[in-house]
């Protein structure tokens, strides 16, 4: 009987307090302004939902020569070696993409779409598929530049933004996005484990120091989607797990990030247009690090440095 009355005093006070009981939403009261609000609505959650409606499914198609499964067998079994007439045929992979600009471009794994006769994208929020075309890419790197194909002047796309470089705090929560077995836009939780791991054991080498390590879980086709922080910034893009052990997954750091795109997103190659400037891909200021000589930006007047050394003259930017 005593414990009893305990449970009905303990819903009676859950009752007047507001606290959540079963059946009830779970809401909470907000005394600094008395609006009440969703408690299930965390920085995560909000990181997460700021961050979903840009990131996009990947399904590539490719040509591939098809083995002879007689041959393979003789080959394997008895040792003859017959060579068949070839096939050709066509194979299908998953990845995931972020985009980073309202026009469409979008990021993901080179060996995502490495091969690929066709980029078809799909929005994880809004359901919408388009094709998309390869611009660039560096496979050193394993990242590429798509962008999105559509017939519509005035359309614009969700997109992500980048963490500051370098800010990264060990042990802080991480968010893991993408299209995991295709299953859509899926998301995973962990915390940053590494900021700056060397030597990954992947089945290649890639050209990329200080590697993230997470225990959010990247399985295959989360290769290309995005790596979040609680601010709902991309911090860096995921590449690869470590298959001989759990929850061991790594992300390409948003500084080397930042730096590929500054080689690959350039006027030449994304609008076939010669400009002549480099600039820093990771200052937080437009920092110039060279010019072409008699190049469209040279005769403009830029030149090496900052903002404040900058002397453009104007009178030629028509050319521009």
Do not use: C
């Not at 408690?39 to 198609?61: G, H, S």
């Not at 299953?183 to 030597?199: A, M, T």
């Not at 080498?205 to 879980?217: G, K």
């Not at 795109?261 to 190659?269: R, Y």
Request: proline content about 5%; cysteine-free.
């Amino acid at each position: 009987m005593k414990s009893q009355n305990f449970i009905f005093s303990s819903l009676i006070w859950a009752y007047l307090t507001g606290f959540p009981v079963m059946g009830q939403n779970a809401v909470g009261l907000d005394s600094s302004d008395g609006v009440v609000r969703d408690i299930r609505v965390t920085p995560t959650v909000v990181a997460v939902n700021k961050v979903m409606p840009a990131v996009v499914n990947i399904n590539t198609e490719s040509v591939v020569l098809l083995k002879n499964d007689y041959d393979v067998l003789l080959k394997e079994y008895f040792g003859w070696y017959i060579e068949s007439s070839p096939r050709l045929g066509k194979a299908q992979s998953l990845g995931s993409g972020i985009i980073i600009d309202p026009e469409g471009y979008l990021l993901t794994n080179y060996h995502v779409i490495e091969r690929a006769t066709r980029i078809r994208v799909t929005l994880a929020v809004s359901g919408e598929s388009f094709d998309a075309k390869f611009i660039a890419g560096m496979p050193e790197t394993d990242l590429a530049l798509l962008k999105i194909v559509h017939d519509q002047p005035s359309l614009t796309f969700p997109s992500a933004n980048f963490e500051n470089v370098d800010d990264l705090l060990l042990g802080e929560e991480v968010m893991t996005l993408g299209n995991p077995f295709g299953l859509g836009g899926s998301v995973s939780r962990g915390i940053l484990s590494s900021k700056n791991r060397r030597q990954i054991p992947v089945s290649e080498q890639l050209e990329i120091d200080d590697w993230l390590q997470t225990d959010a879980a990247i399985n295959m086709g989360n290769s290309g989607g995005p790596l979040i922080n609680i601010h709902g910034n991309i911090i860096g893009i995921n590449v690869a797990t470590f298959k001989d052990g759990d929850n061991i997954g790594f992300a390409i750091p948003t500084r080397r990030v930042l730096e590929t795109i500054g080689h690959v997103f350039l006027p030449e190659k994304v609008a076939n247009s010669w400009v002549g400037i480099q600039f820093d891909p990771v200052s937080q200021k437009p920092i110039v690090l060279g010019v072409e000589s008699n190049s469209p930006a040279a005769i403009a007047g830029f030149r090496e440095g900052g903002p404040d050394s900058q002397r453009q003259r104007l009178a030629n930017t028509r050319t521009l």
